[in-house]
């Protein structure tokens, strides 16, 4: 559906992911709210939970991919019970405020040179797109001090200004 916004021509779900994107506060850690991360030599993760599901948020050290899976019921601290197809998200928008917050916390607190969103399917490249350009993204990405640097191929890299 196509949809007009500030004298703009868009697809509704365009329009959607610009006007929706917000950090929005919430209970993350070990246990869902002790605000504490797991973390090996690469990973870094912690959790959160909502009335059905759980899920598991990550940042890789290195490379700084930005990951979230989710599962139905309660947090588990074993990674391979969570699906990174996300499908028991019932409202993705809700869902990506809450990883948003937690990821921001994230890359402040370990102080990485680089992070990136890897569109790992056709799906998730199509919102990534869009989510990138988006002005509330990119100024709460530039108030923990990263900014926009590359898209290559199906990844979105933003560099420690």
């Known amino acids: 559906m ?11 779900k365009e329009f959607i992911l610009t006007e929706a994107i917000n950090p929005k506060e919430t209970d993350f850690g070990t ?9 090996s030599d690469k990973i870094v993760y912690t959790f959160f939970k909502d ?3 759980s899920y598991l948020v990550a940042i890789d050290k290195v490379n700084g991919e930005v990951a979230f899976s989710s599962k139905e019921g309660e947090i588990s601290l074993n990674s391979s019970d969570y699906d990174v ?16 917050y937690i990821i921001l916390i994230m890359i402040k607190k370990y102080d990485l040179d680089l992070i ?8 998730l490249g199509n919102v990534y797109s869009v989510m990138v350009k988006n002005k ?7 108030k923990v001090g990263y900014k ?6 199906n990844s979105y890299y933003f560099e420690k200004i």
């Open 116 to 123: 990136s969103f890897d569109a790992a399917n056709p799906a």
């Open 51 to 53: 009335d059905k599901n």
């Open 148 to 153: 926009f640097y590359a898209e290559i191929g």
């Open 85 to 100: 197809s996300r499908k028991d998200t019932y409202n993705a928008t809700k869902v990506f405020n809450k990883v948003f």
């Open 31 to 39: 246990d869902g709210k002790n605000r504490k991360f797991l973390s």
């Open 2 to 12: 196509l949809f007009e916004h500030e004298n703009k021509l868009m697809f509704f």
């Open 136 to 142: 509330k993204f990119q100024e709460e990405l530039e």
